[in-house]
Nanobody
């Protein structure tokens, strides 16, 4: 089983930027799709972004296209989420997840992931 630990969250003003990181350990990281999800208070967990095993394919939720960028460094067993032009509605706990296959197909489904991190809080003030 792969273990995931997110970091990089915090309190930022609207319009600011953050870079979230997710460090993986345990079983092989480089052969897995990685995803980012978020969950705001009182809401269901929602898909944000995903990246294929080699970074060759990425997929984003419509709500974050153009502002969020997912990337990975397999040599460091780390996946990143660069968040720009933060909005108050981006406030949530952000989770990374390891996929059940290398590709981005069905990456918006929580069932398509086999391991989850504990989450990192992002709070955007207006």
């Amino acid at each position: 089983q792969v273990q995931l630990v997110e970091s990089g969250g915090g309190l930022v003003q609207a319009g600011g930027s953050l870079r979230l990181s997710c460090a993986a350990s345990g079983r092989t990281f480089s052969d897995k799709r990685m995803g980012w999800f978020r969950q705001a208070p009182g809401k269901e967990r929602e898909f944000v972004a995903a990246i294929s095993w080699n970074g060759g394919s990425t997929y984003y939720a419509d709500s974050v296209k153009g502002r969020f960028t997912v990337s990975r460094d397999n040599a460091k067993n780390t996946v990143y989420l660069q968040i720009n032009i933060l909005k108050p509605e981006d406030t949530a706990v952000y989770y990374c997840a390891a996929g059940n296959n290398p590709y981005t197909g069905n990456s918006w489904l929580t069932d398509a992931y086999i391991a989850w991190g504990q989450g990192t809080q992002v709070t955007v003030s207006s």
